[in-house]
């Protein structure tokens, strides 16, 4: 393999930030050059100051999983735990962002793939795609914090489940779960996908993103807490001149 071949590529499109994972011929498995061209792809994304980000995979597949074909060179303990925690940077870049991040799914999205679909705010994929968590199988263990997110989306009994016996699930599984939003037909992916990110991208964009910190938050906090940061968010949002415009454009709908 070419270690100086791009294996994320990024576009910008009216306001949208399109990630891409880039390595085709490997189904986008991970190497850590994917890992660090992942965040600077959402750091990016954040410096651009864009509406949406919009995540997906070249190819046939969005991600399999951890490449285990490439060469393991010897890690000291310092040097694998940096890996560890740049990869885990992702979800955290992700759930930080203030834009809304949609993950855009086909193909397969196994281990850390399922790992970066699920960190991301919203999910859509194709029905054919396979979702799972074969990490216990093959020695590895989960990251990016799905020990967390997990648990907190499907309960706990169901996330052991699925992590012990590493089984696939479909697209309309993983709905039925509650761990992804939308399922398409194939092809239709694409156009769904940019169709999402639009209507995220003209919404008014700062209540946008305290929606997004808000329940990130919530869904961690008590709710004392949580009382506290949303009357913070409504003041913040109520005297924006973007609040105050978006609420004349409503207004003036209905009176249409």
């Known amino acids: 393999m070419d270690e100086n071949k791009q294996t994320v590529s ?61 060469d393991k060179q010897e890690q000291t303990e310092t040097e694998l735990r ?57 020695g590895l263990s989960v990251t990016g914090g799905i020990s967390h997110l997990l648990p907190m989306t499907v309960g706990l009994s169901k996330a052991k489940e699925l992590l012990f016996l590493g089984e696939r699930f479909t697209a309309k599984e993983a ?32 209540s946008l993103s305290r929606a997004k910190l808000v329940l990130n938050h919530g869904s961690q906090s008590t709710i004392d807490s949580a009382y506290e940061i949303e009357v913070e968010h409504v003041l913040s949002t109520t005297i924006s001149e973007e609040a105050r415009k978006a609420a004349d454009n409503f207004k003036s709908r209905k009176q249409d």
């Open 175 to 206: 709905k039925n779960l509650g761990l992804i939003n939308y399922v398409v037909a194939p092809g239709e992916l694409e156009n769904e996908a940019m169709e999402l990110a639009t209507r995220l991208s003209n919404l008014p964009q700062a």
């Open 82 to 138: 940096g890996h560890l925690q740049r990869l885990q940077d992702v979800t955290r870049k992700i759930r930080q962002a203030p834009s809304p991040v949609i993950a855009a799914v086909h193909g397969y999205a196994l281990g850390a793939g399922c790992e970066f679909a699920l960190c991301c705010d919203l999910i859509i994929a194709e029905n054919n795609t396979e979702f799972g968590f074969p990490e216990v199988g093959v």
């Open 10 to 70: 990024y576009e910008l499109i009216d306001g949208i930030a399109c990630i891409y994972l880039n390595r085709p011929n490997s189904l986008n498995a991970v190497i850590p050059q994917l890992i660090d061209e992942l965040n600077e792809s959402l750091e990016r994304a954040e410096h651009d100051r864009v509406s949406v980000v919009l995540i997906s995979g070249r190819g046939r597949a969005f991600c399999a999983g951890h490449d285990l074909k490439q």
